[in-house]
């Protein structure tokens, strides 16, 4: 941040758009993570704390509609929302000075092992709308972490939104952790459609064991045009740690990491079957 | 260089900062010595301020960012002379042994007390979670929200 | 004496506590707030290398830089081998560190050290320091420090011990201890059941909140001023004086208020390079650690490995101990003799017998320095101890209660280990006087239900439920060694002054001594204005550790009480023109006489009346004793079998600490050791990688608990009263931190049959030995 000379706070977001259109210039959501870089290729700090528009929470298109500036806190504090786990996920993401902080563009911008949100947002078939001063697209936030959201996204793109379909299903997220504030081990989400017990649709996602969150597209299929039984989640749980490549971690020997993840896969799973 | 202007305790303050300085780093330089180093990357909580309504921790704020807004520090609450419900409460409960986490923690209580008069121990514990205190093991000082709690409802009532 | 506590006025009553309101409204008390703005700012160069020479060192660049005043390197200050424990002097601790060295001997060791303008320009001048190592063969394994052929570490001539204890730095062997009483072999041989096993603990960091500083000035008349964090003022007098070659007199140490110690303040290791910089810059400087140095180059808790052999008779009468400790003292031996001697002389005198071994070995390795820590080698000891009390009770078909009930010692009771083991001395021959051990198991088992929830289902399918319990010892002072001392003097107004030796440093001790002063002088305790630790204002006193405040600088204050209550019914008699005997004070009014006084009208009239004098008093105090306070402590867990994480679910300390002085205060000091005690059993830990590199620098990373993690914790304070102590008064800062590990474990058991004998017991250890004991059956 040593080489920053120009630091600016847009009241709208096309001209906060205009101004990320320019060489060096780097976005500010919450600042927990930028506030900390070392980082000397940014000239330019576009905070966006003024964009109210980027702050609501609606229900549109048959779909939620999230802004990449609600904080953890706000969305924790959602009251009859229709994803509790939403609730849920943001409100175990580290302590509560950060919660009000850190923001949901933000954590998915980060692009680090240890975030929470994108775990359940994978699994909730997210979308994320990225604009520039130009044009806009929507894609698959599986899409953005499939790559990395440093290289998807491009330097003069934001965040500025995301959707969730809202759909009748079932969902559940589940964390490991040493402490109730620590950067998670291991953790996982996921989303059911049923058709009576059959599973018509299901996402598994996964996080902590890998550079980036992930889906786990493999066992997810194998368990379309199934009932949830006990044998079948202890099969599942077994099953995907084959489809994960796990990153060393100090913490936490593979094995270790294997073992979590089939807990935290199974405990999820087990929410599915209710 | 960056000017940062901002109000603290209402008070303005007007400074030439390093565009990389933290909040808390300015705040101390500009004599606002109640906020706490005690890690410097947003995990101990001895720096905590309200920052325009809400609770953060200033080493992770960039001054800049901070700029016009208004910031509220343990001052805000109280003096010895005329010290606020959260602090005698600390103080009568024992929850004050060292002192070095306690202006941030005042601030964490307070910030939730302001959107939630009533608070359950789970409640108080989850608002102080990022509040790091080696000293008291947090029983005394969770009993001394919760009885600060209770007189500020008092207070509330009787007027 | 009196032992009704309830005929005291100001003592066992909660009484604001003095720097309260201060610090809750955030007052410039601490040394960051009280830095000259003018100051600069200095660092420390640290080592890359867990053991490497340095071949070359060059600091011209960094000297040449604009805004650096001054590089410390070993090329340019004198060698002085000392130690940085601060301890009574002659320090028991070897002479084997000098400011800087040419050799480094851990990864963290100081390199160099910078002042500058501002930070920006400090950590550019660190970083054009440029060294040339020659990286040498490090050791880690404590066993294998002591194997022959193994790198030596302190290969230099000059080190060395000034008292006389074992030290072989040509075997890596900071310190030695071998004691016995009785035949050891023979009890074993004739006991009924023998049970013996290996009991590891961790490195764990004391995490003050306030990580270490100092700042150092010459004042006009160029002395020395030092306003630093730390628990021994006049220690680091003494050593900033031995190391920086600059006599006492022109030394003042200033301790304002500070952000925790845990006995991690009790070790010099920035003051003496603050004071060198600032004697060579002529200038303000300040110094201070960030979180990560804290972790890195400050003091940690010494590791230990005892292997624990108890032998019973078949009522379960236990007959002989045999403890043997090495304990990796890191690369510095820094309180290696008497952390370890006190893992015998804190933890074996519980259960009293006639045949003990105690052995110490305690290694150099190229890991990060042990030092004073909370607890002091009794956490280290009392692990294996009271697992095996509990395994031995199993084997004897005795309840974990019975088993100790049986065992532990009582009032009247002594240990010929007070006599055979002190700190690189014999220890003192001591009878126990109050002891409320019994008291605290029953009221312990009874406040967690120990009965009713023996057969208690979890909560969930997946886990499993169980109680545990252990006793604790600990010792008040160092007998014969620790000395405090303090004064009062009257006011006009009729309050005193007490000028006190002893350190607060965030415990309370500035209020329960002024309770103490309170008391013995009949005035109410906002009477007493306390001023804790200023060299050249207060007297000596060895500081904060040890347990001693209360106990010793207690006793001091109240004899410094008692002689200024006498001089203020002198006055008041001559005034009155009555008998002394006649006279005292209640309430600060002077009874008794021909008519009142208050204690206003004597100050005044001394002052500035008749007989002008100042009434003042000052006095010392060294213990004959270290009576132990005792504590139970029982934990109940619900173990997740599927992950291996252990779930506090109640905590109950029960502690006989003599007379609570000011009760709040010290349920405070059990809830945080206690505290402190759970996080090290479960959480905290210092990861390396293979080079003795620390991965995990930070609160991210080393987790210490937060509100969220702690369990419902009850502290149950059993009064007894210590005729040596101060209204009755023993220790109670030290001991609970000691409760977690062995309680916990042992209630890990009782829920999973499993037992971990390795701190810490993280999720991953616990799932392991549950998968092993699987596959066993």
Known sequence: MINVTQFVKPDSLPSALEELNREGSIALAGGTSLSLSKSKKYTKVVNLSNLTELKKIETKNNRLEIGAMVSMTQLAEVEDSPFPILR?????????????????????????????????????????????????????????????????????????????????????????????????????????????????????????????????????????????TDEIIEEVSTECCKEIKFKPDFRASTEYQKSLIKVMISRVLQDLQS | MIKVSLTVNGKKHEKETAPDTSLLDFLRSIGVKSVKKGCGKGECGACGVIMDGVYCKSCIVLAIQANGTEIKTVESLGNAQNPHPLQTSFVDEGAVQCGYCIPSMLLAAKNMLDKNPEPDEKEIRKSLDGNLCRCTGYVKQIAAVKKAAKIMRENKNDQ | MTNNINNYKTVGKNVRKVDGIGLASGGHLFVADLADEDSLVAGILTSPHAHARIKKIDISKAKKLDGVHSVLYHGNVNRVPHTTAGQGYPEPSPYDTVMFDNKVRYVGDRVAAVAAETPAILKKALDLIDVEYEVLKPVFDPEEALAPGAPIIHDEEDAKVIIPVEYDKTRNLAAHVDTKVGDTEKAFEQADLVVEDRYTTHYANHCAIEPHIS???????????????????????????????????????????????????????????????????????????????????????????????????????????????????GAYGSHALTVGSNSGSKVLPMYPCNDIDFTLDSPYTNLPVGGAYRGYGATQAVFGLECLMDEAAEKLGLSPIEIREKNHIRSGGTSPIFKALGEGTEGVEMKIGSCGLDRCIKMGAEEIKWEEKQNKQASKPWCKHGLGMAILMQGSSIPHVDMGAATLKLNDDGSFNLLMGATDLGTGSDTVLSQIAAEELGVAVEQIIPLSSDTDVTPFDVGAYASSTTYLSGMAVKKTAALAKYQVLEAAAEMLDCKLEELDIKNSVITGGPSELTLEDVGRHTLYADNQHQIIASASHVTEKSPPPFAAHFVEVEVDTQTGKVDLLSYVAAVDCGTAIHPKLAEGQTEGALVNGISFALTEEYIFNDKGKMLNPDFGNYKICSTQDIPKIKTILVPTFEDTGPYGAKSVSEISINGALPAISNAIYNATGVRIKEGPFTPEKILKALNSQANNK
């Open chain 1, 88 to 228: 849920k996920t943001a409100s175990s993401i580290y302590s509560t000075a950060i919660r009000n902080m850190t923001t949901v563009g933000g954590e998915i911008a980060k692009g680090v092992y240890w975030v929470d949100l994108p775990v359940t947002l994978l699994a909730l078939d997210t979308q994320v709308l990225l604009q520039n001063s130009s044009s806009s697209r929507t894609v698959a936030l599986s899409e953005i972490y499939n790559s990395h959201p440093s290289k998807f996204i491009n330097s003069n793109e934001l965040i500025t939104k995301i959707f969730i379909p809202l759909q009748k299903s079932t969902s559940s997220f589940h964390k490991f952790t040493k402490t109730q504030v620590d950067y998670v081990l291991a953790s996982a989400a996921g989303k059911a459609v049923k058709d009576g017990n059959i599973i018509k649709q299901i996402n598994l996602s996964i996080g902590g064991v890998t550079p980036l969150p992930c889906l786990l597209p493999q066992v997810s299929s194998q368990l379309v045009g199934k009932k949830i």
């Open chain 3, 215 to 329: 700042h150092a000035k010459l004042d006009p008349h160029g002395r020395l001023v030092i306003t630093t964090s730390t628990q021994v003022p006049f220690h680091v007098r003494r050593i900033v004086s031995q190391v920086c070659e600059i006599p006492i007199k022109q030394i003042r140490v200033i301790k304002p208020r500070i952000g925790g110690g845990f006995g991690g303040k009790q070790e010099i290791l920035l003051e003496d390079v603050c004071a060198m910089l600032a004697l060579r810059t002529e200038k303000p400087v300040l110094l201070e650690y960030t979180r990560k140095d804290e972790f890195i180059s400050s003091r940690t808790r010494h590791p230990a490995i005892c292997d624990t052999k108890l032998g019973f008779d078949a009522s379960g009468k236990l007959s002989a101990i045999s403890l043997k400790v090495i304990l990796n003292t």
